[in-house]
């Protein structure tokens, strides 16, 4: 028989084994149900208080369909995008962005910022150059990002307005982007993509180019 014995001032109090293991004082098999149902429910609310903000805030999933990026994005890669960085900032010449399509809404599509707000972006015999108050003259943007053997087909030149973004992608030969459609609205971009996490072997995470 155990006892444990509490000192102090008062007399001891003795508890047996007995009565630790009394089956009366023991949960039922409802209630012992009950209880683990109720811990299932707890952690569902809490990891969807957790989900749910990354989900729709912070971190937005998206499956890449068609060629337009190759060879950085191909058909059924799954990308990441981050949703938050761009209400502190905006979008930077080089960004892979995903964005609503201006003729429908409904579909979004994935390319790269190519002109920003305010300046003036020009195509032709295959290269892409861009005005503004830093080069007045154009710059001739080099493009690593691009496979070889991309042509930017087009003979366009477009002046954006403060709001408007002009992207292109990067297979340029095989893509529906700004030279047709024309600009992006600010208000339609939903996030920068910042990692491919499928397939497993292809995952990274992508940076900025410099010019």
Known sequence: ????????????????????????????PIYRG?????????????????IIPIRY??????FVNGASMEDNFHDG??????EISYRFNDPARGDIVVFRYPNDQ???????VIGLPSEIVEIKNDTV????????????????????????????KIELALNEYFVLGDNRLHSSDSRYWGPVDRSLITGRVFARAWPISGAKLFHDPVY
């Open 57 to 62: 805030y912070l971190v937005q999933p998206f």
């Open 129 to 156: 150059a861009v005005f503004n108050v830093n080069y007045p003259e154009g710059l001739i943007l080099s493009e690593p990002y691009l496979s070889p053997g991309q042509e930017t087909q087009g003979n366009i």
């Open 106 to 112: 409904k579909q979004f599509f994935v390319k790269r």
């Open 1 to 28: 028989m155990l006892y444990l014995f509490s000192t102090g001032l008062s007399n001891g109090m003795y508890i047996t084994d007995e009565q630790e293991l009394d089956p009366m004082k023991e949960p039922g």
């Open 34 to 50: 009950l209880a683990f149902l109720w811990e299932i429910v707890k952690v569902v609310v809490i990891s969807l208080a957790i």
């Open 77 to 82: 890669d799954y990308i990441l995008i981050d």
